[in-house]
């Protein structure tokens, strides 16, 4: 099936020109206004804000939420349909002559995701719209008609991104990672109804009336992407610390945090449960930086002083105190002899303990995978959850 995958962009261009065809052909509506609306669409679609997800999503949403919106006073169904259709195809086309290579892949899934879910959202909202005609009355038909339609559309949205994602991450963990995404998403379809509700009235200045109030939410979605990979940056360069130091083995937060999120996922922890597990198994011995000092070193330590020190550093910054929680719990054992589970200690702090041992038996003893997890699973009667050890278990033979 790969071989024909680049087979797919053609097949939606050949459909959305198909498309364009039969709504304009059958269409009532000014090609004027046909043609404006798929111009502002093409050049909508060019604008791209980011999603906590790794989703980007398109000011065209926007647009082609507008477009059926406006079926009554200046389109008809055909003519709706057509504008976004003309507007995706003609985005697509700039996108082929001008983008770059290597974003062109993701380009090509965003519009085939982003376009169907746009027709989507037409085709509910003219039948929610007409069903609530019925219960609720014309006047408050059209509301109901573009909220549903919009949360068919955010609905379609979230699952089609999920199943799109080609990484080896289980689909219910993108589900629930693109779910996080409803304020942009809904940011988008509100100013696309704005820009609807009051052209009637504003003619040529709704635009401005829709789209200022957008800018700022735009920035401010822009500034926490920014922010977001300010602090991975960050903690990255942190966990570094002790392994250029030469106190911990190069590469172990590496390796450690991407088992540990991998596992995470595949428990089916939260999306910021799971960022909470990266941070922490990126900077989980950075306590071990404190061994620099002579004196510590002709006391004595044990790696649970080590994880004390390592939170107290962490602490420092507050949005970490969650992050330094976990650090300093990393070495507890799942449970005690002749006690049951501890409920008190996190999944977190039990998944960083199981893949940092993992990664110390693979890469410092030089255990073979099998044989790694083969010490996991004797420490399961105290150190590790079996649970835990069966996510690693499941991770480390499928990959």
């Known amino acids: 099936m790969d071989r024909f995958r680049h087979l797919e962009p053609v097949v939606w261009a050949v459909t959305m020109l198909a498309i364009a065809f039969i709504g304009i052909g059958r269409s009532e509506s000014s090609l004027v206004a046909v043609t404006t609306a798929g111009i502002l669409i093409a050049a909508a679609a060019l604008v791209t804000v980011p999603a906590s997800s790794g989703n980007r999503f398109s000011l065209a949403l926007a647009a082609a939420t507008a477009v059926p919106l406006l079926i009554g006073p200046i389109f008809d169904f055909g003519g709706a349909v057509g504008a976004v259709a003309v507007g995706f195809l003609s985005g697509w086309v700039v996108l082929q002559l001008f983008g770059s290579a290597e974003n062109l892949v993701t380009a090509n899934s965003d519009f085939l995701r982003q376009s169907f879910g746009a027709f ?11 069903a609530a005609d019925v219960v609720v009355g014309a006047a408050s038909a059209n509301l109901v008609g573009a909220v549903g339609a919009a949360l068919v559309w955010f609905g379609f949205e979230t699952v089609a991104w999920a199943l799109s994602t080609y990484d080896r991450v289980s689909r219910r963990y993108l589900i629930k990672l693109a779910v996080e995404d409803w304020p942009v998403a809904f940011s988008l379809f509100a100013v696309g109804a704005l820009f609807a509700y009051v052209l009637p009235e504003l003619g040529w200045w709704a635009p401005v009336v829709a789209l200022l109030p957008y800018s700022f939410a735009h920035l401010a979605f822009y500034r926490s992407h920014s922010a977001r ?28 945090a991407e088992l540990a999120v991998a596992v995470a996922t595949d428990l089916g922890l939260n999306p910021d449960e799971v960022r909470m597990v990266e941070y922490a198994a990126r900077l989980h011995d950075i306590g071990r930086i404190t061994l620099n000092e002579l004196n510590i070193i002709k006391v004595g330590f044990t790696d649970d002083d080590i994880a004390r020190w390592g939170a107290e550093i962490i602490s ?76 690693i278990r499941h991770i480390v033979m499928t990959r």
């Open 120 to 130: 989507l959202f037409a085709a509910a909202y003219v039948v929610l719209a007409q």
């Open 229 to 256: 990979i300010t602090y991975s940056q960050t903690i990255r360069s942190l966990a570094r610390i002790p392994e250029v130091a030469g106190l911990s083995p190069d590469g172990h937060s590496d390796r450690t």
């Open 316 to 391: 420092e910054a507050p949005y970490l105190t969650e992050v330094a929680a976990l650090v300093r719990q990393q070495h507890d054992p799942y449970r005690r002899p002749g006690e049951r589970k501890d409920p008190d200690l996190p999944i977190p702090s039990k998944i960083i303990k199981a893949a940092s041992a993992y990664d110390h038996a693979t890469s410092e003893l030089g255990f073979s995978a099998l044989e790694a997890l083969e010490v996991l699973h004797r420490g399961a009667a105290y150190d590790y959850d079996p649970d835990v050890v069966e996510g």
